[in-house]
Structures are given as structure tokens and as C-alpha cells.
């Protein structure tokens, strides 16, 4: 069997081993072995196939029989994956199979952004017109697609850094409800939180993440920002309290006004 897969240019029995010991741990969180045999095959398929075709790329990749699609394809909307428990079980799996991971100051590392991938399909959910930001004049500015946001962990690896990829969602064009009011930041805090990661790390992300709603998020989680603000950019100090009697009027909320460029230029009052 070995020499059959090495003639025919597939990889050796030894990584498929590698393979099924990764995905192995994330039995737990699916409800039927039959669901997890299916998952395994989805994800050896994506891990092989030649070309981006959805199911049927799975299904050729792996020289399937056609009348399995139908199952692979219900996989994917199964109830019996649950996929918050999928996802922190992942997330250990990286950590055991990568044991060098990028450290700053003890914590790991965690890098995320926003991905926006254009799609064909008119009748695709989640598909929505989306704007592109780019100097690029090959580049549109309105395109049809999905907007993602992942995150991924750097991991040293092959005398260089990777980024393991942890979550990706689909954050805009899915509505449960009228009533959600959570933005972009909100989702994003919510994939970190997702994630389960047993240790503090720094989460570094580019200006669109430089908030306060990001920042103060990320502390209540342990967690620190990393990100890239403008020389200009300003915070304030809390209010002093007031030993006279109040005046009329709302109490001050902010204090002081303080340059951000002139707190990260004083190294010795960081507590690092």
C-alpha cells in the first residue's frame, strides 16, 4: 500500500498517522462516531484536494463514490457538532502538537484579522456587497463575498514563525435577530473568548482593533492588545473627584488629556 501511494505521488502512510492523531482528540466533540468519521474524511479532503469546488472537490479528491455527497455535504449542518466545544478542543490540540509556540513576556501570541473572500453563488447565504479599502487600482472597490474574522496563533516552527490557523467566522450577512446590536469588535472578543486558551497571551491586530471597547475586553479576559495608533492618538485620565460642592450639571467624566506617544516613549513606568 505504501509503495502504491508513493508511485502515485500521495503522501506517505506515516503522515496520514500524523494526521489521525491530530484530529483524534476532537472526538469529544462530536455526539456519534459515525458524524466524527465523516468529519475526519472533510477535513483529510481539504487537507489534499486540488481545487476549490466545495463537496465535489472532497468527493474527487478522495475518489469517492458519487452517492456520498449527499452525507458529506448534511455533515457540515449536522446538530451533532458542536462546534464551541470543537473549537477549544483545537485549540489544545495546537498547543500539545506545536510545544514551541512564540512567546513575548510568557504569553502567547495570537494574531487575528479581518478576510474578505469573494464569492460567485447569487443564492449563497451570509454573501453581501463589501467594501475594500486598497491602494491597489487591480483591485475593486465593492465586491460580493463573505467577511470573515480569524484567528490564528504564531508557533516556531522550521526556523521560522507560522500562524496555525485557531477560528475563522463569518461575522456579517448571517441576522439572528433584529435585536443583536453587537459590532464587529463585539464578534471578535467573543471568537478570543471562544477559544478557550488556558494561558494570557497578547492578541495583536491592526488599527481597526485599536479601541477602547477591544482593549478593555481583552483586560477583562486577561489579555493585552498589540496593535499600530496614530501619533496623534489621545486618552485621558480618570476625573478627579471634587472636594467642593457640585455644580450644576452632568459630573465630569475624563481628566487630564494625555498623548499616547509620550506614555509608550516612557519604558521605565511600563510593568511589563
Known amino acids: 500500500m505504501d509503495g502504491t501511494m ?128 486598497s491602494n491597489c487600482s487591480t483591485k475593486p472597490e465593492y465586491i460580493m463575498g463573505h467577511s470573515l474574522q480569524a484567528v490564528a496563533l504564531l508557533v516556531n516552527a522550521a526556523a521560522s514563525v507560522f500562524a496555525v490557523p485557531l477560528a475563522i467566522h463569518i461575522h456579517e450577512g448571517v441576522v439572528w435577530s433584529n435585536r443583536d446590536k453587537r459590532t464587529l469588535l463585539d464578534k471578535m472578543l467573543n471568537l478570543i473568548s471562544s477559544l478557550k486558551v488556558p494561558e494570557p497571551c497578547y492578541f495583536v491586530a491592526d488599527t481597526y482593533y485599536a479601541a477602547g471597547k477591544v482593549v478593555n475586553g481583552l483586560l477583562r479576559q486577561g489579555n493585552h492588545l498589540v496593535s499600530r495608533v496614530k501619533s496623534n492618538a489621545v486618552a485621558f485620565l480618570p476625573a478627579e473627584p471634587q472636594n467642593r460642592p457640585r455644580k450644576r450639571g452632568r459630573p465630569r467624566l475624563y481628566g487630564r488629556r494625555v498623548r499616547l506617544k509620550f506614555l509608550a516613549a516612557d519604558v521605565k513606568s511600563m510593568d511589563v
Not at 484530529?23 to 466533540?29: F, Q, S
Not at 459515525?34 to 475518489?63: C, D, P, Q, Y
Not at 509556540?101 to 456587497?129: E, I
Request: proline share 5%; net charge positive; glycine share 6%.
Open 6 to 133: 508513493r508511485n502515485q505521488g500521495r503522501p506517505h502512510r506515516t503522515l496520514w498517522n500524523a494526521c489521525w492523531c491530530a484530529i483524534l482528540p476532537l472526538r469529544a466533540a462530536l455526539s456519534y462516531q459515525a458524524t466524527f468519521m465523516w468529519f475526519a474524511t472533510i477535513v483529510v479532503g481539504m487537507m489534499v484536494r486540488s481545487e476549490l469546488r466545495g463537496v465535489t472537490s472532497i468527493v474527487r479528491a478522495l475518489n469517492l463514490r458519487p452517492d456520498r455527497y449527499n452525507p458529506l455535504r448534511r455533515c457540515f449542518h449536522s446538530t451533532a457538532i458542536k462546534l464551541d466545544q470543537l473549537t477549544a478542543l483545537w485549540v489544545q490540540a495546537v498547543l500539545r502538537l506545536f510545544t514551541n509556540p512564540v512567546r513575548v513576556n510568557g504569553r502567547l501570541v495570537l494574531v487575528g484579522d479581518g478576510v474578505k473572500a469573494a464569492k460567485r453563488g447569487r443564492k449563497m447565504p451570509a454573501v453581501k456587497l463589501l467594501h475594500q479599502q
